[in-house]
């Protein structure tokens, strides 16, 4: 099994893949109409895209390494909906506005929990936690009101949509590819990103080599809150609603779609495009069973089987650090 | 109670490393014996075959003139073997009374923990020591709490709770304080009137003389001397340790340009430099110089290069061609052309799961734009990694897939991108393979020819007196002797070590 060596993101694409095919034989699967197929597929990977959006943040903090998590994202998202929803108002030129609301609440939020982290020493698993409860109570207040407001036209275009009556790609997943790229050149081709692969391996290292280690771990954190609410503002333009819950279901499929792309959760190795196999992977896992009218219970449970499946073949968890 | 265990041609590798290639030692009931030997000589392996930390490779251990062989400490232990480890073995989170009885508690006939009963216990131990510790002690101190002195006396307690037949004391003085050194010499001479047999490892001369019965001198791994304290002085004791034979040929800068260094400019000034462990420390070091560091382990080598590099707080001055500097963390002391290759590579120099290119380039990035010019970083790193002759299976193979020798390689190498105008190296031939070190003298050599400054701190003395022109020796935070010329020469440098007072300029 060691020897056995194909990396994780592929792997990932592969069961992905694998799973699709099969599921042409379900009775109501889509048969041997290729049109139908790739309808399906494309509708699969445009759900996938916004819990692959808000799992870039998860990606992010993991990669930071020393128990690296955002549990606080579900909650950020719904937040950043929220704030979207009634700022726009159905007019299309607050939409901008509500995209840098968004982005500045939710890395404000995330700037709070990088100070507690790494000046208080709170480990992110509690920090996160009690953010988390935190921004729920939050939007409870804002909640009490009854919300009023609308999404805006040009967001449905933008997110819903396909591209053009002609080219049948949605919108989402255009703005997904970007959005990957964009990430793949962060953490891949940015002196930033570098710095943070190092906190993740080893701060002492890190440091003896002239990294600011406080000031990355803060700015990682920031960016996932950000990352958080640029999904909720993408989540709202798809669904048109709001509600106290939108973001919580994301939360810990954002965290096993980090684990499923082959980012070890103790952090210093991972990509973003594993998590967007991930993502897909987990949507695709979640939608047939659906479409085979599976009880939650039983969707939960192949969930959770799927994530322990894949990462005991990855077989590359460290148990302890050095 | 008598007891008698002797090691004979004893003989440890570990890799291709000879850490014991002839160890011997005998100890009796009633006496104590000193094992002595500069740096590196095989003192800790010796006493870990004793204790059955390691397994040896060859020779005989004889128990009560019964060969043995202990395949873990735990085997030593039942035999009546205890040792009081200098890298302290206590669990930090746990009680005094805790880490003492440790998987030995005493159980009430419930099965239950008997506390009272293992508190009583620990108390009557602590007074052993009573009135040498600065706070109050109790057996239910977590030892998190505790001063680095009391800790090592919980450790001396702990091996004593065993009751054990022989008791191996290793550098367990070295953080004590006089009042408590001289507790535990009391306690050394009454528990060798009960009749165990001691065996005591340490670095200060004068305790060897106070305490030991015989002594029994290690040098390169091989026993070249045994006998009784009172037939020796310090002066042959210190010449026993001294080898005579070179294992290296060193090449020094040529001999015309030997002296030459000295009318270089200074580059780097230190002003009673102050830390934790440093005491007052002041040097001066000019360009193109290779000042060597030496001294035993943890006198304060490793803070004073930490502290020159910005990473630990200090007091004191330092100035770098003429201009103070006070470094806060270590990328402003890069940025003032500053490098240090750290003394712990695994856990302070690489990122082990990362490729080697990643490594090459951590303290570089920023000098390569963004998005990051992948292609020059490539180029850069295979032109260092072939200056180096590092052995790998490409750039974008893990660190962790190289050997010890390459992977401190990759250490350097990461610097050498940088170019910078002073190296400080924290012990950077440990743990390396024989060839390596060969061409690390080299590079050493020629980095120092091309005007860069070098702060070198050696465990290996041959190195130092083979590659400086100057050599200070650190004991105990200070400057205890500066060695050049004529005066460099191994015996001073070992007896500087050891604190010997007349030691030193000759």
Known sequence: MRKFSISPPVAAILLAIVLFLLSGFLPNGFGNDINVAIAQATNIVRLAVFLGV???GQTLVIISGFEG???????????AAILTYVTVKGEDDKVLLALLISLAVGALIGFINGLGITFLKISPFVMTLGMSGVVTGLIIIINHGNVSGKVAPIMTRLIARPLSPDIPIPNAIIIWIIFGFLMWLLLERSTFGKHLFAIGVNRVTAKLSGVNV???NLAVYSLAGALAGFGGFLLVGNTGVVFIN???????????????GGTLLSGGKGSYWGTMAGAIVLTLITSLLTTMQMPDSVRRMVLGATLLVMISIYGRQRGFRQ | MSVSLSARNIVKRYGGVVALSDGNLDVHSGEVVALIGANGSGKSTMSKVINGVVVLDGGQLLLDDKPVRFSSPQAARKMGIATVFQELSLVSK?????????TREPLKSSGMIDRKLMWEKTEALLDLFSGTFKADLKPATLVSALHPDEKQIVEILKAISLNPRILILDEATASLDSRQVERLFELVKRWKAEGKAIVFVSHRMEEIFRIADRYSVLRNGKTVGQGDIKDITEKDLIQL?????KVFQFTKAASGEDTSGLDHPIYLEVENLTTETLRGISLKVRQGELLGIGGLQGQGQRDLLLALFGDIPYEGKIRIKGEVVRFKH????MRKKLALVPGDRAKEGLLYIRSILDNFLLPSWQNYGFPLKMKLAKRDALTISERLSLVMAGLMAPVSSLSGGNAQKVVIGKWLLRDPDCYLLDDPTKGVDVNTKAEFYGLLTELSQQGKSILFYSSDDDELIGLCDRVIVLHDGKIRAELQGASLTKENLIAASMGVSNGGEA
């Open chain 1, 246 to 260: 939108l973001g919580q279901p994301f939360l810990f499929p954002s965290i096993a779609a980090v684990a499923v």
């Open chain 1, 214 to 216: 406080t000031a990355t």
């Open chain 2, 330 to 333: 270590p990328r402003q002391a």
């Open chain 2, 241 to 245: 340790m001294t080898e005579k034979e």
């Open chain 1, 69 to 79: 998590i955002d549990l606080s994202a579900g909650a950020v998202v719904t937040l």
């Open chain 1, 54 to 56: 808000i799992a870039a």
């Open chain 2, 94 to 102: 746990m009680t005094v009374a805790d880490n003492i009885w440790l």
